[in-house]
């Protein structure tokens, strides 16, 4: 069944001729030993022959063409037989060349007097062998075939003493060729299976080096995860227990709580560039491409890093081109995000690895590309150590000793710059320093957009912002959720109610007056949408408070908050940026106006 359906198929044309030419490679030693079996019972009967030079002639014929045919099996051999179209053309030139020595023995024949006859049917009989030897290969079967036969069947037939034997010959001929037909459609039958076959291998190995891939990809986050979550858990733990009174130790002191809140940064960062370099592997990682201003998102990164450098007595310095300083138009072609997220890597790692010395990041025109180096006077990298630092979850040992992080920094910057049609690359001297160059497509003629605002506590808030000191109802039934929840909105200066379920909270919005309401999308009894819906129908004032609908999921979730009531989206994890500006949002929209909903990222 599967050999019938692959007839339709059409094989690849070159795969098929390779086996077809290997077949008839297979077949020339044997076509040697069938012509040297019949070299004696030609010569037996040639010796009835009343020419004795024609005789001569055919067996000089018979000692060129074994020579021939034997520097042919040795060329096969050789590298120069990989051409398909030259090994095409020895086969057919071959074929050939016996097709005219039989034609040779039949002209022979024709004057060989008693043995005319014999001698023909002889060559006939030749004719036939070479019909069968040029079998596998169609073309050499079409053209040798109508040449080795005509020679033996014209003699034949010119006699009327030979046409009966004539007639005997072209039968036998054409049965010949009816059947190399045959093996030829069944040789290609099986090339299309032994083809299909090498398909069907090739795509195996390909799915086990892929799933072998997987494996060691997995294994590695595994080992790197339970390395860093467990040494980060560690420490907020103990900080966490001091809080608690806990062991009759001390309140945490001010440093402690840094170092506590450095290592769970450090851990979120961790799972972050985790999941974005599995997202990447898998091709599932979407960059956006659109015009922005390099120059100050640099001098942002780099001032949010100074204090960092000036605490290690480092000097962190930026050259800008001066074209591009005060430049009215072009601009960077990328992912404003994600060119912040491979700036603040590299820019980061030179601060982190570097002791002394200092730290310039230069930015430049490169013909249509922007290029930002970041140059360091670290400890340098040899060309080995070089390469593994670019490979995920490999560290270098001896720079990395005593450092946090997963391994994955710059191997997820490479991927990210190649997304957005850049390239990340990097040169380094041991004991002088390293420099990492970031190259995005520049367009001159671009008008720049804003670039994003960096998560940061200090959020400012947008124009028309409502006031402070709302009284907001959050609906969470994850504990550490829900106080992450409370202390952000209590950072900036809410009042907050928690219930830990919806029906809880749909109780609170039947007796209290709020300002606002937080949802969590999925929660016991009541979760997100039925409580939105809830809400709206209440005859309260409630039911026209704003909504803010906190969800983990995907679209599908998202929308299904939104057509039960809520006004706004907001997307676990939560920052202080992204929940002030969903909660200005959402407190500023106009209940009896739809064409404010909209979803936060």
Not at 405 to 429: F, I, K, P, V, Y
Request: a negative charge; hydrophobic letters at 50%.
């Amino acid at each position: 069944m599967f050999a019938e359906r692959r007839q339709n198929t059409p094989a690849d044309g070159g795969a098929d001729a390779r086996l077809a030419l290997d077949a008839q490679a297979a077949l020339l030693p044997y076509a040697l030993a069938v012509f040297a079996v019949a070299l004696p019972i030609y010569v037996w009967a040639s010796s009835f022959a009343q020419n004795a030079g024609w005789m001569a002639i055919s067996f000089a014929v018979f000692a060129i063409n074994w020579g021939v045919f034997y520097g042919v099996v040795a060329w096969l051999r050789t590298p120069a037989a990989e051409d398909l179209n030259r090994r095409a053309r020895v086969h057919v030139l071959s074929g050939l060349l016996w097709a005219l020595a039989v034609c040779q023995m039949a002209v022979f024949a024709a004057g060989a007097g008693a043995a005319r006859e014999t001698l023909l049917l002889l060559s006939a009989g030749a004719a036939v062998v070479c019909i069968f030897f040029s079998a596998p290969y169609l073309l050499a079967l079409l053209l040798t075939a109508p040449l080795a036969s005509a020679g033996p069947l014209y003699l034949l037939f010119s006699h009327p003493q030979t046409k009966q034997a004539g007639a005997m010959a072209f039968g036998a001929i054409s049965l010949a060729m009816a059947l190399s037909l045959i093996l030829n459609r069944m040789l290609r039958r099986q090339h299309a299976l032994a083809l299909a076959h090498e398909a069907l291998l090739e795509e195996r190995l390909t799915v086990l080096e892929a799933a072998e891939r997987a494996a060691r990809s997995k294994s590695d986050i595994v080992a790197t995860l339970s390395h860093e979550i467990r040494n980060g858990l560690t420490g907020v733990t103990h900080v966490l227990a001091a809080a608690a009174g806990k062991g009759g130790r001390a309140a945490p002191s001010r440093e402690q709580l840094n170092a506590a809140l450095d290592a769970a940064q450090d851990l979120v960062a961790v799972l972050n560039a985790t999941l974005d370099s599995e997202t990447a592997e898998s091709g599932r990682l979407a960059v956006e491409s659109v015009a922005f201003e390099p120059v100050r998102l640099i001098r942002d990164l780099v001032l949010l890093d100074r204090p960092h450098a000036v605490a290690k007595g480092l000097e962190l310095a930026v050259h800008i081109e001066p074209d591009l300083e005060h430049r009215q138009l072009g601009a960077a072609i990328g992912d404003p995000l994600r060119t912040r997220q491979i700036i603040a890597n590299i820019v980061g790692n030179a601060v982190k690895y570097t002791v002394r010395g200092r730290i310039e990041v230069r930015v430049e025109r490169r013909e249509n590309l922007l290029a930002i180096e970041v140059a360091d006077t670290g400890p340098g990298l040899s060309r080995e150590e070089l390469d593994q630092a670019f490979q995920a979850f490999q560290r270098v040992e001896r720079t990395g000793a005593g450092v946090n992080g997963a391994g994955l920094g710059l191997s997820l910057s490479r991927q990210l710059a190649r997304l957005m049609g850049g390239a990340l690359e990097a040169t380094s001297a041991v004991g002088v320093g390293s420099c990492f160059t970031l190259t995005l497509p520049f367009d001159e003629n671009a008008h720049c957009v804003m670039e994003p605002e960096s998560e940061t506590p200090q959020a400012v808030e947008p124009v028309g912002a409502p006031p402070r000191n709302l009284r907001i109802l959050i609906a969470e039934d994850d504990a550490l959720n829900a106080a992450m929840l409370r202390a952000i909105l209590e950072q900036l200066g809410h009042q907050v109610v928690h219930a830990q379920n919806g029906r809880r909270a749909l109780d609170l919005a039947r007796i209290c007056d709020f300002d606002l309401v937080m949802l969590d999308g999925r929660m016991p009894i009541l979760d997100g949408p039925q409580t939105a819906a809830a809400l709206r129908a209440l005859e309260t004032a409630n039911s026209e408070v704003p909504i803010v609908a906190v969800i983990g999921g995907d679209a599908d979730e998202a929308r299904e908050c939104l057509d039960a009531g809520a006004d706004t989206v907001l997307r676990k994890p939560v920052s202080v940026a992204a929940v002030a500006r969903a909660v200005a949002d959402a407190a500023a929209l106009d209940r009896k106006t739809e064409a404010g909903r909209s979803a936060v990222a």
